[in-house]
């Protein structure tokens, strides 16, 4: 399996910039996924590496070989779409042998690599049918041992998993994982469901307007965010606007409302105007008569709505006319019915702040 490295790509339809100043390098057999909305560029960059289209500048590697400009066909890569892709009036077999044809490789080896494929992706026996006589998930596993059936350099992923419905896309996504570590293949996913890529992925890289706005491992872009965006765009984030200061018990965060919120040391400069972030499951509600820990920051709230998630509660809360906040909970013991007035409680640590 490769490397893949992108140094400074860009890609640009005339004045519009589609992707800018990409620098990335994926390991060997690591599982990258680039994250992002609408537009954001994810697509391009996905064509770019599989060889569709060339970028208007910056350098492409596998492998540590130059193939920026190296046609598709010769690049090694398996490429899977949302739409599957699959050749309607041949058989499953014929579907995923389709690659080794064109590459001239031998019947009998053909027929012990789509046999393998096919065992990998747990659709043995099911080489005769037509795609027509499939189901969704069914067609997504068959495209998915065609693209790894000719022993590809890289796997290249773009939402492979968007047009089936949630169950079965969980279940895909397990299903894709460990596929992708007992084949140990370097693999590049283009998505823009979050939960998809905090499951799967080893890194994950937020893109936003074509500039990569983080590159790191799940964990780090969920608690720790790079900014504004990305704190906003991977998952729900309460979010309080304030300035930092020191005091006797340690750092605080001087909130825009007035109150007072303890955080760790950040790092950064007292006085300096800074967005903290706290996410919805690092929220504790308590009721208003109950004194939160020493440790803990307490303001108080109403709540406003409660929506059943079946393993959890999420909460919607309001702190004021203009400020509302987010909480999930999976204590059923303690439910607090719309109008309840609770204290919110967070430990320091929960608290990552972001310089304005």
């Keep these: 399996m490769s490397t893949i490295e992108l140094i400074g790509v860009a890609k640009r339809y005339g004045p519009l910039s589609a992707v800018e100043d990409i620098d990335l ?7 990258v996924t680039v994250l992002g909305p609408s537009g954001s560029g994810k697509t391009t960059l996905l064509t770019m590496i599989a060889g569709l289209a060339g970028p208007s500048a910056g350098r492409i590697e596998i492998g540590g070989r130059d193939v ?10 398996g490429l899977v779409f949302q739409s599957y892709a699959l050749f309607p009036h041949m058989s499953v077999a014929a579907n995923v042998a389709f690659p080794l044809a064109v590459r001239g490789v031998a019947k009998a080896e053909t027929r012990r690599r789509v046999g393998d494929a096919l065992r990998l992706v747990r659709l043995e026996g099911f080489g005769r049918r037509r795609p027509s006589q499939l189901s969704g998930g069914q067609q997504q596993r068959v495209a998915l041992a065609r693209a790894f059936v000719f022993e590809p350099e890289i796997l290249l992923l773009d939402e492979p998993l968007g ?53 790191g491992t799940p964990e780090e872009a969920y608690l720790r965010p790079a900014n504004r965006f990305v704190a906003d765009f991977l998952g729900t984030a309460n979010r309080f606007e304030g300035v930092l200061q020191n005091g006797a018990d340690g750092c605080f965060l001087d909130l825009d409302d007035g109150a007072l919120m303890p955080c760790t040391d950040p790092g950064l400069p007292p006085g300096q105007r800074v967005a903290a972030i706290v996410r919805p499951e690092r929220v504790r509600l308590e009721p208003v008569e109950a004194v939160g820990a020493t440790d803990a920051v307490g303001l108080r709230a109403t709540v406003t709505d409660v929506i059943y998630l079946g393993q959890s509660l999420r909460y919607h809360l309001e702190l004021d006319p203009e400020k509302s906040v987010i909480a999930t909970s999976t204590d059923r013991g303690a439910r607090f019915a719309p109008g309840t007035a609770v204290h919110l409680t967070w430990r320091p640590d929960d608290v990552w702040l972001i310089p304005d």
């Design 25 to 31: 390098a994926v390991e060997e057999g690591e599982f």
């Design 68 to 77: 920026t400009w190296l046609p598709a066909a010769r690049r090694n890569v």
């Design 163 to 215: 047009a089936l419905d949630r169950k079965l896309r969980e279940q895909l996504q397990v299903e894709l994982r460990q596929l992708q570590r007992s084949l140990g293949i370097t693999t590049i996913l283009v998505t823009h469901d979050q939960e998809e890529a905090l499951s799967l992925s080893d890194r994950i890289v937020v893109l936003d307007e074509g500039r990569v706005q983080q590159i």
